[in-house]
């Protein structure tokens, strides 16, 4: 009798199995290339605009009295989860955090000595916001040696802040994105 229990016991969950996995190839699709747009493409679209939507709260004006772009941050939500290089235009703190105006852009290495040259990008530029406890690693001209070393979100602001706008343009950034396209870590490069 016990061997009957466990066959029929047995029999039950490989059909429920099997029922499981029909159902989830249903809900998955079986299409090959041609049979329209990839459901998972679909899904990371649409997880891209809900990231934009959460990211792209209306900032607080610039202490220049300048508004900032009050678009969804399509970009932002583009870049969760990966490494970009950019340029950094603008920084502020408000509402508990620091937002960043940024851009990509490119670096090369330095034909003549040990640091980077950045080729500014072309284009708009991106507000985007960092993780209370995202690292700042700021070398020279921004830092104050040559390796990169841990500075305040704060100290940041100000350092930046505080040089025209025209120095700023000869800056590049290596940044790091979450999941939600928030930074977790700036690491200015070595310039001379």
Known sequence: MRVAHRRTTTVRCLTALTALTVGLLALTGCGGPDDGPDDGQAAAAATAAATASVTS???????????????????????????????????????????LSVRPAEKKPHPQFEAWVIVPGEGPYTEVSM??????????????????????????????????????????????????????????????
Request: hydrophobic share 30%; proline share 9%; charged share 20%.
């Open 131 to 192: 993780t209370e406890d995202a690292q700042v690693l700021l070398s020279v001209p921004l830092g104050d040696a040559k390796h990169p070393a841990a500075y305040a979100q704060d100290e940041f602001v100000s350092r930046l802040t505080a040089r025209p706008s025209s120095d700023r343009a000869l800056l590049g950034y290596d940044l790091s994105f979450d999941g939600q396209g928030r930074v977790t870590r700036v690491q200015s490069l070595y310039t001379p």
């Open 57 to 99: 709260e209306a900032p607080a004006p610039s202490p220049d009295g300048t508004a900032p772009s009050t678009s969804p941050s399509a970009t932002a939500a583009r870049w969760a989860g990966t490494k970009q290089f950019v340029q950094i235009d603008d920084a502020r703190t408000g509402d508990g955090r620091t937002y």
